[in-house]
């Protein structure tokens, strides 16, 4: 790839700054070494598209067994089995590693640094993921089967009731976390001390911006996580009653633990995503982004609230009035900051010369789909409302609206946007539009009927139903199929694009801007060894 | 280059502080745990009050009557039989009352069994004041054998006027493996 780049740093220095070897190392030892941020996010990506797809396998798995009422194919042990462990995946293994592949990839970029600050932690933080995973699907092998009480481990269901490879569990949510935190560690180091001279925080690209929020949200909660495992472990193993009330501790405090971490992350999940449709809306509305300062401070603002909302996850657990007001009140005050957002994408578009390429497909069904999403929080925010919608499939469609049609549209988006840049070659662009629209009916398909389910009472994470909600559940899952095979699609896309195609140009969107347009495509092994000039 | 050198220390000083914040939110995580309690006890919001009471003399208030409820569980490995053996009860706010629960160990063993109690509105809990309770301690009871065993309270005269019914529920957990310090449960 990067045998035409004309290396000026020979002489300079070896040290974690500057690699002045022109020459990778080939084959596998060059993936197991790495300390080249392009490879690292090259290799965070594809690991995360291999998640995705391993967690897809058993959203596949739970939708087949729901496709008719009365148990089909799965015993309910392993149906919950295969809730908790879509959940786990698709959170710790698809969604953020996908947000750090890109930050990786693009950040350094992005500020004009030649690498990430850390590039050996860099290299540890990948590689600890997939002996993690491994950890974690290794224990749907085990006698007693693995993790069955939900991404959320609620105790005692993770405590007393929990399978005996739960501690599998707890070391695998351990090394996700390890390695969530030395991920966010080099990005806030890389931000704050490698940014090109002249380039001020209030400079920066909005998904700098967005990420450099997220790792610091991660540095905050994730550890929260890890005490909170911790806890299930002791209490599991070695006779400690956290969340026991026998031994005077409180299974309600696990979930007040738990979704302190909880809400943090749930942003975690989706502020990156804000930062790439900031980028894309920009760039084919040929217009700068709208609101370039209040974007940064929404995103601080939601920040700083995702810190105090956790217990409208726990509304039904009989908390006084008054707390109830006050979550209540703090979620919905989220939205003020988040509407900020949607009104300064769509205030970038009003009058911008738009053009419809698969970026932008993916980011304005990104703007439609997560507002429908964030909609129905507003409904599950509302106490009284969340008594009805509590545990039903209204919860569960409205947070795949914001991270299927949210989350991975918006990495979707950002994976068009910059393969070109990364691969040197165009996406099939036929093939890609026929992706996005495949990919559009049936996700709809797929959650909008959900919301119906839940109004009319069908619960989550249970693999029989009512007769009632057979119909929609077969449309569901039909849905599910269908948006399952099209993202096959998206691998063929990808495939063809890293194997040849029409020749990308150093700047393919001509609305795009920022130091990685300036930069031939491919991106030269390695780049900005001096700093870029800041306009 | 001192250009690097320099680059080199603002990133290990930086580094230092951000690990030093995962390590206090990692304690935080753990602090979590007696803030909460404290929390409880202070404001009463979960119901769950262990505070041993002296007996009320003054401040009868005999214009309220407080209907006061109980029930009981047992754990799902607990082989006792509880029950109450007064099912509502009315009291004036500040009146002395003892009430008796019925416990009989229905096993070939000798179990030891630990009461929880949790009252419900959460926030009542602070006007229910317990001057003796049998879940202030463990119940070692023999096979087969059967006890009464006593509540004593009084309702605070200071109850919010919107408090007219309370409910006092008791969980029994079965602690025998904990009471001799051997295998978790």
């Known amino acids: 790839m990067s045998t035409l780049v004309k290396n000026n740093n020979k002489k300079a220095d070896i040290d974690d700054f500057d690699h002045a070897h022109d020459e990778k190392p080939r084959g596998i030892m060059r993936w197991l070494l790495t300390t080249n941020h392009k490879d690292i996010g090259t290799l965070y990506l594809g690991f995360s598209l291999l998640m995705f797809f391993v967690g ?69 933080s990948f590689w600890i993921l997939p002996a993690a995973f491994s950890v974690l699907i290794a224990s749907l092998f085990m006698p007693g089967g693995g993790p069955n009480f939900g991404w959320t481990f609620y105790a005692p269901l993770s405590t007393t009731y929990a399978p005996d490879s739960t501690a599998l569990f707890v070391f695998a949510v351990h090394i996700m976390g390890i390695s969530s935190i030395l991920g966010a560690i080099n990005i806030i180091v890389t931000i704050m001390n490698l940014r090109a001279p002249g380039m001020s925080y209030m400079k920066m690209p909005m998904f700098v911006w967005t990420w450099f929020i997220t790792a610091f949200l991660l540095i905050v909660a994730i550890p929260v996580l890890a005490a909170a495992v911790t ?48 980028t894309i809306i920009p760039a084919f509305s040929r217009k700068k982004l709208f ?37 209540m009140y703090s979620t919905i005050l989220i939205a003020v900051p988040t509407g900020v957002k949607v009104f300064n994408w769509v205030a970038t578009m009003w009058r911008g010369a738009i053009s419809f390429e698969v970026p932008m497909l993916f980011a304005i069904a990104f703007i439609i789909l997560f507002t429908i999403g964030g909609f129905s929080g507003l409904m599950l925010g509302i106490t009284p409302l969340d008594f009805q919608y509590h ?44 992706h996005f629209w495949l990919s559009l009916i049936s996700v709809n398909i797929l959650f909008f009927p959900m919301h119906f389910l839940g109004l009319a009472g069908m619960p989550r994470r249970i693999p029989d139903y009512a007769l009632q909600f057979a119909d929609f559940n077969q449309l569901v899952s039909l849905g599910g199929f269908a948006f399952g095979i099209s993202q096959l699609l998206f691998v063929v896309v990808v495939v063809k694009c890293v194997r040849g195609g029409a020749k990308a140009q150093e700047k393919p969107w001509d609305g795009a801007e920022g130091f990685e347009w300036e930069l031939p495509s491919p991106v030269p092994y390695h780049t900005f060894s001096t700093p870029p000039k800041v306009k | 280059m001192s250009d690097k050198t320099l680059v080199h220390k603002k990133n290990n000083q930086l580094i230092a502080k951000l690990v030093s914040v995962v390590m206090l939110m990692f304690l935080f995580g753990y602090a979590l745990v007696p803030l909460y309690d404290v929390f409880c006890d202070i404001t009463g919001i ?65 179990v030891v069994g630990q009461a929880i109690p949790s009252v419900s509105p959460g926030i009542a809990s602070l006007y229910l004041n317990k001057v003796e309770c049998f879940c202030f301690n463990r119940q070692e009871l023999k096979a087969g054998e059967q006890v009464e065993m006593g509540l004593s309270f ?18 029994l957990f079965n602690v025998t493996a904990v009471n001799q310090n051997k295998q978790p449960i």
Not at chain 1, 308 to 321: C, D, E, K, N
Not at chain 1, 394 to 415: C, D
Not at chain 2, 154 to 171: C, G, K, V
């Open chain 1, 56 to 124: 897809g396998a058993m959203a596949m798995v739970i939708r087949a067994e729901l496709f008719q009422p009365g148990m089909q194919i799965v015993d309910p042990n392993f149906f919950n089995q295969m809730t908790t462990v879509h959940g786990l995946i698709m959170v710790f293994g698809a969604v953020m590693p996908a947000f750090v592949g890109l930050a990786n990839w693009m950040v350094p970029l992005m500020i004009g640094a030649p690498d990430m600050a850390l590039p050996r932690l860099n290299n540890w």
């Open chain 1, 231 to 278: 806890m299930i472990l002791t209490d599991k193993y070695f006779a400690t009653s956290f969340f026991s009330a026998a031994g005077g501790g409180d299974p309600v405090l696990f979930q007040h633990i738990f979704w302190f971490f909880g809400h943090p992350e749930v942003y975690i999940m989706i502020l990156p995503s804000f930062g790439i449709i900031s």
């Open chain 2, 46 to 110: 979960n119901g769950r009050r262990f505070v041993q009471s002296t007996p009320q003399i003054s401040g009868l208030n005999e214009s309220r009557l407080i209907n006061l409820q109980f029930t009981t569980s047992v754990a799902p490995d607990m082989p006792w039989k509880f029950s109450p053996m007064t099912k509502t009860i009315e009291v004036h706010p500040g009146e002395n009352k003892v009430v008796k629960f019925s416990a009989t160990n229905i096993s070939p063993n000798t």
């Open chain 2, 154 to 171: 009084f309702i605070s005269s200071d109850i919010p006027e919107d408090i007219n019914t309370l409910t006092l529920s008791y969980t």
């Open chain 1, 291 to 327: 609101g370039y300062s209040s974007m940064v401070y929404a995103t601080a603002s939601i920040a700083l609230l995702s810190f105090v909302v956790w217990a409208h996850h726990m509304f039904t657990t009989g908390m006084p009035l008054a707390a109830e007001l006050f979550f």
């Open chain 1, 391 to 434: 545990d039903t499939y209204f919860v569960v469609a409205h947070f795949h609206y914001v991270l299927v049609t949210g989350a991975i549209f918006s990495i979707m988006a950002g994976a068009y946007f910059w393969l070109p840049k990364w691969t040197g070659y165009m996406y099939d662009e036929r093939l890609a539009k026929l």
